[in-house]
Every structure is written in structure tokens, then in C-alpha cells.
């Protein structure tokens, strides 16, 4: 295996793929740039060493070419934090690409536009892998978030550089410090499970069941189960092919005895906008035309008492549409809880692209235990599952 620290980068082009899928906000700016900051060690690192680096990242899950998730909203925050003017490709392959590529001279960066672009990306196209090959003399993994995707640019390029492939500094910071965390874990152990992306995180929920004593479910994935249980949830997020794996995860929660805590509660709108209408009304209850957007009061008090009691928590997944002030005091509450636990001796693991903006939002980050990178990677990490991203490289 080759390492970042002793490769001689000299006249050497390095694609590097990284996981700049930050949030950005309607004016398309950046709300948070903690996946920015890590990554610019490895770039760095390339740079000082007479190379040239060639970045590829994911933005968002576009349907194809939509400039809403275009990687040129980051290019001129790109070019302050590595300070070296970043050029950029409007597409991550095609003859663009490549004359940009072949024309990059040591100590410069290009960046290309969202592989996801490109529907072979998620789908692992060989091909489509030895494009991005083309571009460059070696390939470094650097995207912890993205390393429980089986990619083309995560995972399936590395046969186009059998002897020139590494980890970097992100990848081995993460992989080692949560290695470190998982030798010893202080129980209760609680799990947090927020946020939007449904069907990808169920699954996940699904195996935590045999690890965690708690299980809270807050944010956008309430709603699949409470409809699940019979409940009426109104027009809130919900994804009806997972039902099933709702009940199921509502089964093995009674057989391995894990305690399940479930919203009672919600905050509901009438209209997915800070502006819109909102009241309090019982989680399973939520009428025709009104939406979910928070946790409500009894619930943040019975999280917060879950979360205050245990030894070590991970949370992934804000529990409320944080980004809109009328829907954050959940998820303001539950960081607050979390620093609480930790200022009395629970080791506290904070993970995904929006849970640590929320974290950051409220300057609590320095508060918590560990504040990683990665949402699903990190927890598909702990059930002991292998991350492509990581087997690519490791063998
Ligand atoms: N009740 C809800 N309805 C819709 N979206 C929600 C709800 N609660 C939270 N969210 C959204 O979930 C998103 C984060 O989800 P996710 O990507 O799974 O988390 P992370 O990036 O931390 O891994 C946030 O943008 C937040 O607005
Ligand atoms: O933001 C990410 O993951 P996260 O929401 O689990 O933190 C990664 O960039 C992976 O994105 P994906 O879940 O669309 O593959």
C-alpha cells in the first residue's frame, strides 16, 4: 500500500476525490465548510511536493446535468482556502477535461464538475472510471463521507492504478480515530437517527439494532414510522417502500431489547418555508396538508433525558429542517443535551454533511467528543461493515 507521507509527488498529476458535498444555502453559498477544511491537507500535501492535483466530488443527488448542484459554487471558496487559484472544468470527463488535465502544471488545481452528472458514477461504469484514470498518473481516496459508496470515482478506479493509489489524510484520520473509539464503548450507548435521507439510513438502522441499548428517532425519519404503526402523517416526508423495514425495526428493537424512543410530538407547517403556518399536534395525528418540520416540546424533553443518561452517543441526522429558524429548537436542543452528556463523561460521536453544520451552526463543535466527516460512512464504519472506498484502497 502507498502512503501520502512518502510518495514522491514530483511532476506527478493526483486525482484526488474528495467529498465536497457541502451545504449550500438559496444564494448558493457555503452554510458550512468543515468538508472543505479537511480536505485541504492532502491537496496541500501534493502541491508541496511538485505535483498537481485534479479534484473530483459528488454535490447533492442530481438527475443529471442541473446547475443547481454544479460544482462552480465552490470554486472561489476553493481558491481561498487552498490559496492557489483553482481552475474548473465544466465537466468531470470529455475533451475539457482532459485538455485542462493534460495542461495542469505542478503546483495547480483543477477541479471538475459533479460526477454525479454522470449516472455511470453511482453506478460503478468501468468505463466511465477509466476516463476519470485518464486524467491523471495516480489516485487518491480522500472522501470519508462517500467511502460506503461503491462508486466509479470512490471505488471501481482503483484497478486503473493497482501501484499508484493511497489514502489521505482525511481517509486516516477518520478510519484511525474511530478505530480508537470502538476498542472501548461506554454503555448505554445511544443512537440518534435524524434527517432526510430515509431509505440509504434505515437500512443502517436496521443492523444498529444489535449495538445500541437506545434508539431515537427525530427529523425526516419519523414519519416512515409512525405510518408504519398506523399513524396519519399528513403530506410529511415519508418513503413507502420502507414501511416493512420500519416494522421490522420496531420488531427487533422488542427482541434484542433495545429501547426505541419515537417522536410524540411535532412541529407541523403548512408549507415546506420558514414562513409558512405552524402549530403543535401529536405525532401519529398530523392533518391532510400540514408537514412535520421539527420535534415539539414533550418530545425534546424525553430526548433529552435519554441523551443526558447515556456513555457514549452518535448522532446523525438533524431532527428538525434546522436550516429554517422556525424549525431548529430540536435539533439546537438535542446538541445542547449531547454537550451536556459529554461535560459529564460520555463520549460523543457527531457525524454527516448537516448534523456537524448544525453543531457548527451553534459553536458547539469543540463541545463533543468527535466531530467526523462522514454520516452513513461513519456509521456503516461502526456496524463493522466494509466501506468500498476503504477496501479500494486496502485491498
Ligand atoms: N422533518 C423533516 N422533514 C424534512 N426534512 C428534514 C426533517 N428533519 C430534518 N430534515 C432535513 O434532513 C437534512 C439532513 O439529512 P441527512 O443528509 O440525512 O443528514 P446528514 O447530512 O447529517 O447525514 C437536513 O437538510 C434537514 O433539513
Ligand atoms: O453527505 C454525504 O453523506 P451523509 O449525508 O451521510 O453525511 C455524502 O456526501 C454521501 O452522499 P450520498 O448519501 O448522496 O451518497
Redesign the pocket.
Known amino acids: 500500500m502507498q502512503s501520502i507521507d512518502t510518495y514522491n509527488f514530483s511532476g506527478k498529476k493526483a486525482i484526488i476525490r474528495v467529498d465536497f458535498n457541502v451545504p449550500l444555502n438559496e444564494q448558493f453559498e457555503i452554510t458550512d465548510d468543515t468538508r472543505i477544511r479537511a480536505a485541504i491537507p492532502t491537496i496541500k500535501k501534493v502541491l508541496d511536493g511538485n505535483g498537481s492535483a485534479i479534484l473530483m466530488s459528488h454535490l447533492g443527488r442530481p438527475k443529471g446535468v442541473d446547475a443547481k448542484f454544479s460544482l462552480k459554487h465552490i470554486v472561489a471558496h476553493l481558491t481561498k482556502s487552498i490559496g492557489v487559484e483553482v481552475k474548473f472544468a465544466d465537466d468531470c470527463i470529455g475533451e475539457s477535461a482532459k485538455t485542462m488535465a493534460a495542461n495542469l502544471k505542478p503546483g495547480e488545481v483543477l477541479l471538475l464538475e459533479n460526477l454525479r452528472y454522470y449516472k455511470e458514477e453511482e453506478k460503478g461504469d468501468e468505463e466511465f472510471a477509466k476516463k476519470l484514470a485518464g486524467l491523471a498518473d495516480l489516485w487518491i481516496n480522500d472522501a470519508f463521507g462517500t467511502a460506503h459508496r461503491a462508486h466509479a470515482s470512490t471505488a471501481v478506479i482503483a484497478k486503473f492504478f493497482p501501484e499508484a493509489k493511497m489514502f489521505g489524510y482525511v481517509m486516516e484520520s477518520e478510519l484511525s480515530s474511530v478505530d480508537k473509539v470502538l476498542k472501548d464503548t461506554k454503555r448505554p450507548l445511544t443512537a440518534i437517527m ?4 430515509v431509505s440509504s ?1 434505515i437500512e443502517i438502522i436496521k443492523t444498529l439494532m444489535s449495538q445500541v441499548d437506545h434508539l431515537i428517532i427525530g ?2 425519519m ?1 414519519y416512515t414510522f409512525v405510518k408504519a404503526m398506523g399513524g396519519t402523517i399528513g403530506n ?2 415519508v418513503e413507502d417502500d420502507k414501511l416493512e423495514t420500519a416494522r421490522e425495526i420496531l420488531q427487533k428493537a422488542k427482541e434484542n431489547n433495545v429501547k426505541l424512543h419515537l417522536a410524540t410530538d411535532a412541529l407541523i407547517a403548512d408549507a415546506f418555508s420558514n414562513d409558512a403556518n405552524t402549530k403543535v399536534c401529536d405525532v401519529n395525528a398530523i392533518p391532510e396538508g400540514w ?4 420535534v415539539a416540546d414533550a418530545t425534546i424533553e424525553s430526548f433529552k433525558k435519554v441523551i443526558e443518561e447515556s456513555k457514549t452517543i452518535l448522532w ?8 429554517m429558524d422556525n424549525f431548529a429548537k430540536g435539533t439546537k436542543a438535542i446538541a445542547d443535551a449531547i454537550v451536556t452528556a459529554t461535560e459529564k463523561g460520555a463520549f460523543s460521536l457527531i457525524g ?4 456537524v453544520a448544525a453543531i457548527n451552526k451553534y459553536g458547539l463543535a469543540d463541545k463533543v467528543s468527535y466531530v467526523s466527516t462522514g ?2 460512512a461513519l456509521l456503516e464504519y461502526i456496524e463493522g461493515k466494509e466501506l468500498p472506498g476503504v477496501t479500494a484502497i486496502r485491498g
Do not use: H, R, Y
Open positions: 435524524g434527517g432526510a435521507k439510513k427529523g425526516g419519523t410529511s416526508l408537514m412535520g418540520l421539527d446523525n441526522g438533524p431532527v428538525g429542517v434546522f436550516e454527516g454533511g448537516d448534523s454520516g452513513g
